[in-house]
């Protein structure tokens, strides 16, 4: 069974930086896309970016391209997020996903982040 | 970018109603789009992918179709369940969601 587990919550202050995690088990995340997506209080999905773990080539939403920074580690199985510069426009839960082929669909639980001083 | 419109932005019906959600694409989008449903705290999950093709142990009542800009997801007889909030997703040129269908049961 395929299962993304997501780390806690987070809460980070003004202009800091935190790192989300997300590991995967039962699928080899050399073989898909992961990808981030988050969404804030009361609002609607919105695609962050996805990375391909197998050579770290990522592709990010035009907003995020100076917010996000994807990596993965292939030993560990575990994509990872790192939001800098953070705002409290950054304050809302973040999802990892595997989006594959066709009905190939796993998401993580998501995890809340949340921006305040 | 390509911007999904999805409409309406909030629907109430009857259990037992059909229901129709609607999802425009701002350019052709080659039937490169999906459908989730997400409840309340939840992550989304996949109800349709490829325009019209059931995901895995969704109920037969979800439908799918469409081509070029315009995309329906149809509920043939509404049940409590499926309140939830609907997106559609394309992934023919970059990945976008739409901005949510939320249904309401009347």
């Known amino acids: 069974e395929v299962q993304l587990q997501q780390s806690g919550a987070e809460l980070g202050k003004p202009g800091t930086s935190v790192k989300l995690s997300c590991k995967v088990s039962?699928?080899?995340?050399?073989?898909?896309?992961m990808h981030w997506v988050n969404q804030r209080p009361g609002k609607g999905l919105e695609w962050i970016g996805r990375?391909?773990?197998?050579?770290?080539?990522?592709i990010y939403a035009e907003k995020f391209k100076s917010k996000a920074t994807l990596t993965a580690d292939t030993s560990s199985n575990t994509a990872y997020m790192q939001l800098s510069q953070l705002k409290s426009d950054d304050t809302a839960i973040y999802f990892c996903?595997?989006?594959?082929?066709?009905?190939?669909?796993?998401w993580g639980q998501g995890v809340m982040v949340t921006v305040s001083s | 970018d390509i911007q999904m419109t999805q409409s309406p932005p909030v629907l109430s019906a009857s259990v037992g109603d059909r229901v129709t959600l609607s999802c425009k694409a701002s350019?052709?989008?080659?039937?490169?789009l999906d459908w989730y449903q997400q409840k309340h705290g939840e992550a989304p999950k996949l109800l349709i992918y490829?325009?019209?093709n059931l995901q895995t142990g969704i109920p037969s009542r979800f439908s799918g179709s469409g081509s070029g800009t315009d995309y329906t997801l149809t509920i043939s007889s509404l049940q409590p369940e499926d309140v939830a909030t609907y997106y559609c997703?394309?992934?023919?040129?970059?990945?976008?969601f739409g901005s949510g269908t939320k249904l309401e049961i009347k």
């Open positions: 996903a595997i989006r594959g082929i066709g009905p190939f669909d796993y």
């Open positions: 039962g699928y080899n995340i050399r073989n898909t896309y």
């Open positions: 990375i391909d773990p197998a050579n770290g080539n990522t």
């Open positions: 350019q052709n989008i080659n039937k490169n």
């Open positions: 490829y325009t019209n």
């Open positions: 997703y394309q992934y023919n040129s970059g990945l976008t």
